[in-house]
């Protein structure tokens, strides 16, 4: 019996890929959008040429997020998903990291956020 589901020798190799095929079109269709607004202000991959501080994404990210959380779906300046917004704003981060032109401003020290929602989920798992 073979080890993968097709028998194909691809198959085998190509699943121990990144899996993009849980990515949904549609949200790289918002990011893409995203991608060209920003390109057209900026500059296309302008965080390639200099580097970024993650701050200044994230915090972008954030105001997108809170934005369509507060009910806004697409951004007043340029007509685009906020959320669209938000995705490239974290693929930035992402892409910049990658090719060592992230300027990482994050704290030192770690935090324990994320100990907290383990533990504050545990706790009232139950409940």
Request: net charge negative.
């Amino acid at each position: 019996m073979s080890e993968y589901a097709d028998g194909n020798p691809k198959t085998a190799i190509g699943s121990k890929k990144p899996p993009l095929h849980f990515i949904p079109p549609i949200a790289i269709a918002h990011m893409g959008l995203a991608m060209q607004n920003g390109g057209e202000k900026y500059g296309p991959f302008n965080w390639r040429e200099k580097k970024v501080t993650a701050s200044t994404y994230t915090d972008a990210a954030e105001r997108h997020i809170n934005s369509w959380r507060d009910g806004e779906d697409n951004a007043s300046d340029s007509n685009i998903h906020h959320l669209g917004h938000a995705m490239a704003s974290l693929a930035i981060i992402l892409d910049a990291e990658s090719i060592d032109m992230l300027n990482d401003d994050r704290p030192k020290v770690k935090g324990a956020f994320s100990k907290f929602v383990d533990e504050y989920f545990e706790k009232n798992k139950g409940k």
